[in-house]
């Protein structure tokens, strides 16, 4: 498998996963893979090989996130915060939002898991 360490098109990728990230609503997450299969590979790199660095890619475009884009309500697919510095205040945000957590750390995705309407809504 190639070894992909950034997209193509660095800008034009985060740009994608800022503007996702800006639609999910107070009170739900997305996951970095989630947010990954919602842009497109890059052109002429193989699905396959996109679905493996994708939410990789995400995460590198979260770290660098401008002001304005809710950053807290992005998890990793255990429904886990990330550790990192600012994990404490990523737990905080999102408990201020009402999400909650259980005993191992964790958010249900299936009660505050953010779906995307039919047109990315």
């Not at 996702?20 to 052109?43: E, L, S």
């Not at 994708?54 to 990330?82: L, T």
């Amino acid at each position: 498998m190639p070894e992909y360490t950034s997209p193509p098109n660095l800008q034009l990728f985060r740009q994608q996963v800022w503007e996702i990230v800006k639609r999910i609503p107070t009170g739900k997450v997305a996951t970095y893979g989630q947010i990954a299969k919602m842009i497109p590979p890059p052109g002429g790199m193989h699905i396959k090989d996109y679905l493996a660095f994708g939410a990789r890619w995400v995460g590198g475009a979260m770290a660098a996130c401008p002001q304005g884009i809710p950053w807290w309500r992005v998890i990793n697919a255990k429904g886990e915060i990330s550790l990192r510095g600012g994990a404490e205040e990523q737990r905080q945000r999102l408990e201020a939002e009402g999400v909650t957590f259980n005993e191992r750390g964790r958010v249900d995705l299936t009660k505050y898991g953010w779906e995307p309407g039919p047109l990315g809504e």
